[in-house]
């Protein structure tokens, strides 16, 4: 069984920074991406970044120029940094993996950790 732990998240002042981490309980090389996701109170959960095997990112529009995601294949571990950061990015951010096998998806989501942005 997968599992992965998020930690990083907190409180912080409009136009800090934070970084997430994600680390999984085992080698990150199984997955053909993995992510982190949000969710604000009331809202739905939605896609901030990706980054693949292969090492292609993408991002939310809404974050594109602010928000990095990195990985460590060493140490199983994917990170999101994240740098003048705004009210409206305040959420319970997820980490997820996502891999085939036999043509079939899986998806793994971790436990969340919250952010708080406010002054």
């Known amino acids: 069984q997968v599992q992965l732990v998020e930690s990083g998240g907190g409180l912080v002042q409009p136009g800090e920074a934070l970084r997430l981490s994600c680390v999984a309980s085992g080698s990150i090389f199984m997955f053909n991406r993995m992510g982190w996701y949000r969710q604000a109170p009331g809202k739905e959960r939605d896609l901030v970044a990706i980054?693949?095997?292969?090492?292609?990112?993408d991002y939310a529009d809404s974050v594109k120029g602010r928000f990095t995601i990195s990985r460590d294949n060493g140490k199983n571990a994917v990170y999101l940094q994240m740098n003048s950061l705004k009210p409206e990015d305040t959420a319970v951010y997820y980490c997820?993996?996502?891999?085939?096998?036999?043509?079939?998806?899986?998806?793994?989501w971790g436990q969340g950790t919250q952010v708080t942005v406010s002054s």
């Open positions: 997820n993996a996502y891999t085939t096998a036999y043509g079939v998806g899986s998806d793994y």
């Open positions: 980054i693949t095997r292969t090492g292609f990112t």
